[in-house]
């Protein structure tokens, strides 16, 4: 059974701060990282892609992956009240057909 | 904007009824996904579509069905509605190149 598992929340971070979400995968093989930005009531919205271990920023976003610790986070910057939300990291790979397998999900509260 | 659509975006419905939910989409995409998602248990995959009349179960796809007779259109029928069944459902595409998933705006179903 493959697993995503994420760091429990709710988190709660001031404005300003440096928010920074948690992701662990049971498939040492897995190959591509998703993270997901989902507000109460709507859908979830691709944020970040990762498919190499390292480092990727997109303006305020950083994602980081470690494959030998199966690891992947994503840290936000400066965090602003609109980034309030559910963020949810997906994972899919060789071994997964055409699935992918998506974490619980980590609530995140900035507070002004 | 991956160009897809839901309907009914809103449906309640009583116990035993047949429910049809579709999924829409406008850019070729191959692959297609239902989710439901519920409180604690995350998003969990329904049934799968990589091609016209091809498709494939995933975790929680018992009391359900899918057809997919045309490329953009994508069905999910719940036969009998029970009130287990009560969530929100959401479609999906897959692009090939990245790998990565886009979610349509979804459909709130209630079973009373």
């Known amino acids: 059974q493959k697993e995503v598992e994420q760091n429990s929340g709710p988190l709660s971070v001031p404005e300003g701060a440096i928010a920074s979400l948690n992701c662990t995968y049971s498939?040492?093989?897995?190959?591509?990282f998703f993270w997901y930005r989902q507000y109460s009531g709507k859908s979830p919205e691709l944020i970040m892609s990762i498919y190499s271990n390292g480092d990727k920023e997109d303006g305020r976003f950083t994602a980081q992956l470690n494959k030998a610790s199966q690891y992947v986070s994503l840290l936000i910057r400066d965090s602003q009240p609109s980034d309030s939300a559910t963020y949810l990291c997906a994972v899919t790979g060789d071994n997964y057909g055409q699935n992918f397998v998506f974490g619980p999900g980590t609530r995140l509260s900035v507070l002004p | 904007d991956a160009g897809i659509t839901q309907s009914p975006r809103h449906k309640v419905t009583e116990t035993g009824t047949p429910v049809t939910l579709r999924c829409h989409q406008t850019?070729?995409?191959?692959?297609m996904y239902w989710y439901r998602q519920d409180p604690g248990h995350g998003l969990r995959l329904i049934h799968y579509s990589y091609g016209v009349k091809d498709t494939d179960k995933g975790e929680v796809s018992d009391g359900y069905s899918v057809s997919r007779s045309k490329t953009e259109d994508f069905l999910l029928t719940l036969e009998s509605a029970t009130s287990s069944q009560t969530s929100v459902y959401f479609c999906?595409?897959?692009?090939?190149?990245?790998?990565?998933?886009?979610f349509g705006p979804g459909t709130r179903l209630t079973v009373l």
């Open positions: 850019e070729n995409h191959r692959y």
């Open positions: 999906a595409i897959k692009e090939l190149v990245a790998h990565q998933q886009f």
């Open positions: 498939d040492r093989v897995s190959q591509s």
